[in-house]
């Protein structure tokens, strides 16, 4: 299955809590994402401001990646949000301006690395950074990027093709969560633009319902990239939260089994000609 249509809200238990609150006592701990790839992506548009309505957004779902656009924070606040069984990944915070910025939660089950994107970006035209899971045989590489309704497309397309020049390897898959500021309900001269530079690292869009309804319109500008010729199984769908904003959306991808492997160790004992006489002679 790909996209869904419908908007929907997922209900589920898990186990996280944030620092803006307290006396949620009945959220249980120790649980454990579902073994397929979740990536849960949405443009917030402030955290500080937000806590109830935020803690509503975590309690819903309980994915392996949480990515976060337009956080408003600076570095030491975001540094210090914290969300339980989750670590900080990466981040960029604007540095000349209040708004703006990324940032991504990784649950504390995987194993992984982040990246530095402070020289590729800059506050509203490009604001990026990423992490690398390392999964099996090859390694999953999620960018995050952001731009603004105000950033230059054109140049955002340049440093967006930077970055993903220094990222690539044989080794590495993709897969993009961006808000880009470009509806993808319309074929339009900056959609095709922005799909010609993925086209050529084999990313294709995989959102196409309206992630934000406002003054009775609909529009998609966020969206979430990945090679469909590796990973062809996948679920997309919106997920209702009541911020005034926009809706997240919830990507599982079923070729991606993120199950941790338990260690097992067995003892042998070595039967040859100097065991056995060993044995002997003791």
Known sequence: MKGLSSFQRFMTTNDEQCVLTSGQSNIKSNVIPKNLLQIYHQNIQGIKWKSDDILDIFYSVFPHVRYIKEHHMNQYEVVQFHIDNYTLGANYCTHSLKKGGVCIFVHNILNFVGVDFENFSNDQGIEACTIMLFHNS????IPTIYRAPTGNLKCFIKKLETILCSLHTLNTQFSICGDINVTYLANTSRSKALDGLLSLF????????????????????DNIFIDTSKFANYVIS????????YDAQLITLNDIDMKIQNSKFKIIRRIDTYSILDSVIS
């Open 238 to 245: 919106a997920l209702y939260n009541g911020l005034p904003a």
């Open 202 to 221: 084999n990313l294709s869009g995989t959102l196409y319902f309206p992630t934000s309804l406002q003054n009775k319109s609909a529009t998609a500008i």
């Open 138 to 141: 090859y390694n999953i590489c």
